[in-house]
Structure formats: C-alpha cells, structure tokens
C-alpha cells in the first residue's frame, strides 16, 4: 500500500526555524518527483515545489523560493520541507503529493502555526 | 506567468443537477497539461481529472471535463451529496516550470 505519512503538527514562533518530513512506502520512493503544496486557513491551495528524489533536483515556485528548502533523503525514503526563519503568514496546512499516471498519492498534511 | 480563473466562485445547486465549472488561463495552453482537483473538508485534495479530459483511477463516470486552448470545463452530469465540496483546477506549465492551482469553486446545495 502507497503511503505518505506526514509528521505531526508544529506551534513555533516567528524566526524560528522548521522542518517537516515526509515519509514515503509502498513504491519506489526514486520513481517520482514529490510535490509540496501549502493551504493557508480557509484559503486554496498553493504549488510550492517538487523534488526528484533520485538526486534531489529542485523546482519551486518563484513565490517560495529562497524562504522554503526542499530536500529529500532516499536512504530513508523521506522529503523535506523546512524553513530557516518562520513567519506568521507562513500558518498552513502542507501536504506532500505525488502524481503516477492516473492514481495521486497525498499525505494527511502537516499544520504549522507560527504565533507570538 | 500564466494566471488561472475559476468560475464561479460559488455554485449553488441541487443534488442530481447537472454543474459545469470553468477554468479559464490567461493565454492558450496544452490540453495534457489541465487537471482537475476536488477536496472535501478536512481531507487534501485527489485528483480527478488529468490531460483536460481523463478521469483518474476511481472517479465516477458522472465527472467529465473537457475544452481547449484557454476555456476548459469539468462537468458534474447528476450531483450527489458527497460532491458539493471544492473543486480546483490545475496547470503544469514550463515558464516558469512548476505548477499553479486555479483559486477554487466550492459547489453548495441550493
């Protein structure tokens, strides 16, 4: 069975720092390329950035970038998102997803809240 | 940049009643490159239709989706109760290369 299994929720404060994971079974984690997408609170959703987990090449979307870091480690089947420095705007729900022909695969999301 | 626009942003309807949403880009796209996403509260998002006009593993054949060049559609043909939730669209385009979701239509019962 596919699985995403995503790690658990996260209260941090403005300029701190985060990474959440991503942890991939039941596929070979190399043959897709990962996606992030962000859901602000009663909002759409939002493209982040993809990985190809094979060696870690990177696209993200030009309003992320240089804020959010897109990793993985195929050692241990697992994608990154993370932050150097939080924001407030920065509370969402983050899903991982990945797409393989007609079937796509989505993790149960991850909530970050960033308050003082 | 390419910009997506769902219409309407609400649909008001009655279970077995026929939805028709649109998603409009601003300049001409690639038929392979429309999918169609529908999320229910709570859960993320599952793909429902990918290359304009294919229904993913699972999907009902009550969900349709078609069109061209910058006007496309996903057809609902009978409502049922589990469908009055969100629907986006989405476009895979490569300048920049990445991915951009339509801003949503939520379908409610009338």
């Known amino acids: 069975e596919v699985q995403l299994v995503q790690s658990g929720a996260e209260v941090k404060k403005p300029g701190e720092s985060l990474r959440i994971s991503c942890q991939a079974s039941g596929y070979s984690f190399t043959s897709h390329w990962i996606h992030w997408v962000r859901q602000m609170p009663g909002k759409g959703l939002d493209w982040m950035g993809r990985?190809?987990?094979?060696?870690?090449?990177?696209n993200y979307n030009p309003s992320f970038q240089g804020h959010v870091t897109i990793s993985a480690d195929k050692s241990i089947n697992t994608a990154y998102l993370q932050w150097s420095s939080l924001k407030a705007s920065d509370t969402a729900m983050y899903y991982c997803?990945?797409?393989?022909?007609?079937?796509?695969?989505w993790g149960l999301g991850t909530q970050v809240i960033v308050s003082s | 940049e390419i910009v997506l626009t769902q219409s309407p942003g609400t649909l008001s309807l009655s279970p077995g009643d026929r939805a028709t949403l649109s998603c409009r880009t601003s300049q001409s796209v690639r038929s392979s490159n429309l999918a169609w996403y529908q999320q229910r509260p709570g859960q993320a998002p599952r793909l429902l239709i990918y290359?304009?006009?294919i229904r993913a593993t699972g999907i009902p054949d009550r969900f349709s989706g078609g069109g061209s060049g910058t006007d496309f559609t996903l057809t609902i043909s009978r409502l049922e109760p589990e469908d009055f939730v969100v629907y986006y669209c989405q476009l895979y385009h490569t300048s920049p290369l990445g991915y951009t979701f339509g801003q949503g239509t939520k379908v409610e019962i009338k």
């Open positions: 290359e304009t006009s």
């Open positions: 997803t990945f797409t393989s022909g007609s079937y796509d695969y």
């Open positions: 990985i190809d987990p094979s060696d870690s090449y990177t």
